[in-house]
């Protein structure tokens, strides 16, 4: 089976249909994806499946990955957090890292660089690079796709020198836009239903994954997988777990996640979580290693409720795998969240610990509602959140970028 | 000869923010004709969950996020297809909402929980390689037509066609008498209110409905 049939299989034959009609407009168009890491991360996650599957649909895709140094690497992560609004900034030696990295990035990939019609840069890390082209005929593609909506000021000033000269750029949502002298499209990020984190399980596997992590699979289970972060609010999770416990003597609450071995904050976050949790035997702590997708697949597909409690978020794509596993999801009432999470259909959106549990009762009560919820909630993913949608995002905006900047393009 | 189109709906950010009604009044003036398109148009592209209340962006953003239900009543009932252009739309837009501002001075200190973000939009239009050379052609043809095939020729057409119609309608008219009462049906469907996969199901029953010879859907 091609890799499309499988796409068609979960996404729909009309989803992968319609993309094999976009992209017929841009067939064999040379189309290169450059980021920093070829493992590990959101981006590197859906360029993966990503490329495979715009060269089964007859694009000339590749993916080119950067070559960095550790203050290269320790520059790019300063700049991540201050475009996320913390306020830091590198020094001068640091930006010149940064600039060395991409000078030598872009003597490497001249050739390559210089001969696509479309480049996709994602991110700060490899923003520079199109420093060195200024003879370039293709069209350059910046994607951000971290919350620049309020950046430390210094980092976004510096940041613009290098992207204000793309052709476009890619924001995830309308509210992370920065004004920049090119079209901004929008463009919310995906998941892959075919990949570990997303695809179908044995229920036997799943069974047994979550056994390991603690969870009876024959009592209610709500599940938190993220990162162990403030924002992210495990212990508001803990608060609501309690509240509604009395109510629900049989529940069980798992917060699973990774990040705190190469973070000092996260380590900081799962020591106050493992403190609030205590000796409660129906909570489980699960620090994750990285990549571990098949885990975190695994006790979704476990979970009666799929939780994603943040008090600041950009796009969730917790939430969205949520949905892809019919789970209905509590969320915070911030960010992205508030676009995926509709209440009463695909979940609720709550703003404190007592409305998380209110919510926790609410689902745990009536398990055809939940179950309901949880089939609309699949199939607003297969329609808004797959990698199917993004590609054709990226075709579309392909073949506006190739034929010029009017309202309506006929292209044939 | 009928042949089907299809099209891919890109949005662009304009970062043009509006948190009161002043600044979407200001909004609206200023930017370009394609947000209003967008803003009217190109929800009914997205999933919908349950009834549809308020048919553009800023009518459910007035009730939802200001929580004015007078003025978000009065932008939902404006329909988008009965404007010759979307100057005129504008221009209406406009007024509603400074009439209700002028007799209730209150809407200027409202402020939004969620700011409304300006959006414009580029189609990509393309043929889609199936052709129909009669109604019963056609009418074959619909149930596999996509949802955003639909969107061009029934919706989107009532924009781009100068008398308004929708292209199915407007094809048939080079047909004869008989199929006059199928376009007077057509014309009857009110799309605003359900999804396009339920659209498309209409559009199959009314076809069947109306042409001799097709087994009923």
Same mark, same amino acid.
């Given at each position: ?14 989803? @992968? %249909? =319609? ?12 189309? @290169? ?51 996320? *609004? ?24 001249? *050739? ?37 909506? =309020? ?30 002298? =090119?079209?901004? +499209? ?27 992590? *603690? ?34 003597? %049989? ?5 699973? *996640? &990774? ?18 949790? &205590? ?36 796009? &969730? ?18 960010? &992205? ?6 209440? =009463? ?8 610990? %007592? ?6 009762? +609410? ?11 949880? %089939? ?17 995002? +990226? ?18 | ?14 970062? !043009? ?18 947000? /209003? ?14 009834? !549809? ?21 009065? /932008? ?18 406009? $007024? ?9 001075? !209150?809407?200027?200190? /409202? !402020?939004?929980?969620?700011?409304? $973000? ?31 095939? /639909? ?14 119609? $929708? ?8 047909? $004869? ?41």
């Amino acid at each position: 089976m091609t890799l499309l049939e499988r796409y068609a299989e979960v996404a729909g034959r009309d989803v @992968v %249909e =319609h993309l094999r009609q976009l992209a017929g407009l841009l067939k064999g168009a040379r189309v @290169v994806h450059v980021n920093a890491t070829a493992t590990g991360g959101g981006v590197a996650e859906i360029l993966a499946p990503l490329i495979p599957l715009s060269r089964e649909l007859g694009l000339d895709a590749r993916w080119e990955v950067l070559d960095g140094t550790p203050e290269f690497f320790a520059c790019t992560k300063l700049m991540h957090n201050a475009i996320q *609004g913390k306020r830091a900034a590198p020094d001068e030696q640091a930006l010149r890292a940064y600039e060395e990295v991409n000078a030598g990035n872009a003597a490497r990939l001249t *050739g390559v660089l210089n001969d696509a019609e479309f480049v996709f840069v994602h991110d700060p890390q490899p923003a520079a690079l199109i420093r060195h082209f200024s003879k370039r005929s293709g069209h350059w593609i910046w994607r951000c796709h971290i919350d620049a909506s =309020h950046p430390d000021s210094r980092v976004w000033r510096y940041l613009q020198t290098h992207v204000a000269g793309y052709d476009a750029s890619v924001f995830s949502l309308p509210a992370f836009v920065r004004a920049l002298p =090119h079209r901004s +499209y929008v463009i919310p990020p995906a998941i892959d239903p075919l990949g570990d984190k997303n695809r179908d399980l044995p229920d036997e596997q799943v069974r047994s994954i979550c056994e390991r992590n *603690g969870l009876d699979m024959n009592r209610p289970r709500i599940v938190q997988i993220s990162r162990f972060d403030w924002f992210k609010d495990p212990l508001g999770v803990i608060a609501a777990y309690r509240i509604a416990k009395p109510f629900l003597p %049989e529940l069980q609450l798992l917060l699973a *996640g &990774g990040g705190a071995s190469d973070d000092p904050e996260g380590v900081e976050v799962l020591r106050a979580v493992r403190e609030e949790a &205590g000796d409660d035997p129906d909570i489980h702590v699960a620090d994750l290693p990285p990549g571990d997708n098949v885990t975190v697949n695994a006790l979704q597909r476990g979970a009666d409720i799929v939780v994603q409690k943040s008090l600041r978020e950009g796009f &969730g794509l917790t939430v969205a795998e949520g949905f892809w596993k019919g789970r209905p999801v509590i969320g915070g009432d911030t960010g &992205g969240i508030r676009l995926q999470v509709v209440d =009463h259909h695909t979940g609720f959106l709550v703003a404190s610990a %007592e409305g998380a549990a209110l919510r926790i009762r +609410y689902l745990l009560h009536d398990d055809a509602r939940r179950q309901r919820m949880g %089939e609309k909630a699949r199939e607003f993913a297969r329609r808004s959140f797959l990698l199917t949608r993004q590609l054709r995002e +990226y075709l579309t905006l392909m073949v506006a970028l190739q034929r010029g900047a009017e309202e309506r393009i006929g292209a044939d | 000869m009928f042949v089907v189109r299809d099209c891919a709906v890109i949005a662009i950010a304009t970062a !043009r923010q509006a948190n009161t009604v002043s600044e979407l009044l200001d909004g609206i003036a200023a930017s370009p004709p394609e947000s /209003l398109y967008y803003h009217f148009w190109t929800g009914l592209l997205q999933m919908r969950f349950g009834e !549809r209340e308020y048919n553009n962006d800023f009518a459910g953003w007035v009730a939802h996020q200001l929580h004015e239900r007078r003025l978000a009543e009065r /932008l939902a009932v404006i329909d988008p297809t009965g404007f010759p252009d979307l100057e005129v739309l504008r221009g209406t837009l406009m $007024d509603t909402i400074q009439s209700e501002i002028d007799v209730d001075a !209150r809407l200027l200190w /409202l !402020r939004a929980t969620t700011p409304f $973000d300006f959006i414009r939009s580029q189609i990509v239009t393309f043929d889609s390689g199936r052709r129909a050379r009669t109604p019963e052609e056609l009418a074959a043809l619909l149930p596999e037509l996509s949802v955003e095939s /639909l969107f061009y020729h029934f919706i989107d057409a009532r924009r781009r066609e100068p008398l308004g119609g $929708d292209d199915f309608s407007l094809w048939l008219n080079n047909f $004869d008498h008989a199929v006059r009462p199928l376009i007077d049906a057509l014309a009857a469907i009110d799309y605003y209110f359900g999804s396009l996969e339920e659209l498309r199901t209409t559009l199959a029953r009314t076809f069947s409905r109306h042409l001799p010879g097709l087994e009923s859907l």
